[in-house]
């Protein structure tokens, strides 16, 4: 099994900033993509950003420069810096891991329980 246990989300006045972390931990051989994504209330999921072991990165459009996606591969991490932070940004965030999995050499798709981001005055 593999667990995903994010933290960082919370209350910010607009223009705030905040850092998501996401830990996996369990059953797991390598880590390649991770990322994150977001669901706000009434809407579909969408993509945030994404990056793969080796850095490359990608962000959806109305991140604008806002966002900053990182991970520490030693620590099995991926991390979501939020800056300049609108309350159009308020949702559920969602991590993402793609797992290869110990002993069985197979890949899955894991997602953490999501955090509440809500920017407001």
């Known amino acids: 099994q593999v667990q995903l246990v994010e933290s960082g989300g919370g209350l910010v006045q607009p223009g705030g900033s905040l850092r998501l972390s996401c830990a996996a931990s369990g059953s797991i051989f390598s880590i390649n993509a991770m990322g994150w994504y977001r669901q706000a209330p009434g809407k579909q999921r969408e993509l945030v950003a994404t990056?793969?072991?080796?850095?490359?990165?990608n962000y959806a459009d109305f991140v604008e420069g806002r966002f900053t996606i990182s991970r520490d591969n030693a620590k099995n991490t991926v991390y979501l810096q939020m800056n300049s932070l609108k309350p159009e940004d308020t949702a559920v965030y969602y991590c993402t891991t793609r797992v290869v999995r110990s002993r069985t050499y197979t890949q899955a798709d894991y997602w953490g329980q999501g955090t509440q981001v809500t920017v407001s005055l």
């Open positions: 990056i793969t072991r080796g850095g490359d990165i």
